[in-house]
């Protein structure tokens, strides 16, 4: 099984791709995913992530089959 990836807007453009797939691990967390897609930079704080299109906070361990989405912080008034 996998986990689905998704990058939107500035962070796709920084990681160079819109969706990826990572064969799934016991113990997989989100900042593994950051870390992996990144090249090991430092997961910023005020990046937005959805599991299951869920907002989350924290570092939760990631289920067989779940899709991870990592969004810039919005901005706007």
Do not use: C, Y
Request: net charge negative; glycine share 10%; aromatic share 10%.
């Amino acid at each position: 099984m996998s986990i689905k990836v998704k990058f939107f807007a500035r962070i796709r453009e920084d990681v160079g791709r819109a969706e990826d797939q990572l064969e799934f691990r016991p113990g997989l967390k989100v900042s593994d995913i950051w870390a992996w897609a990144s090249g090991a930079a430092e997961m910023p704080a005020s990046m937005l992530v959805a599991v299951n299109m869920e907002h989350v906070k924290g570092d939760p361990e990631l289920q067989e089959g779940d899709e991870v989405a990592f969004f810039p912080p919005v901005t706007g008034g």
